[in-house]
Nanobody, 124 residues
């Protein structure tokens, strides 16, 4: 079992960057595939980016070229670097872990463990 805690969100202006962190305790995060999801008010939770157990990364088309997922095994933390933020990126961002590890899945119900989320608000 793994416990996930997100951090790094905030209120920013359009065009700036934030780095979100997902820190794990319990079982090591490199044992899982890890995904970042986001949920805007009134919308369904959507996949943003993921990294497999083996380190392969994937991003949703909506953020490709702006968001990058990475993992630091020594710190047992997965990061989401968000660049050139837009108002439409405003959402609660969640990290999640999938015990199967591979491939990276994009559906919410494929993930076993979830963090509590971190709010990102982008003003225009």
């Amino acid at each position: 079992q793994v416990h996930l805690v997100e951090s790094g969100g905030g209120l920013v202006q359009a065009g700036v960057s934030l780095r979100l962190s997902c820190a794990a305790s319990g079982r090591t995060l490199s044992s899982y595939a890890t995904g970042w999801f986001r949920q805007a008010p009134g919308k369904e939770r959507e996949f943003v980016a993921g990294i497999s157990r083996g380190g392969r990364t994937y991003s949703a088309d909506s953020v490709k070229g702006r968001f990058t997922i990475s993992r630091d095994n020594a710190k047992d933390t997965v990061y989401l670097q968000t660049n050139s933020l837009k108002p439409e990126d405003t959402a609660v961002y969640y990290c999640a872990a999938d015990s199967r590890g591979w491939p990276v899945r994009e559906r919410v119900f494929d993930y076993d463990y979830w963090g509590q989320g971190t709010q990102v608000t982008v003003s225009s």
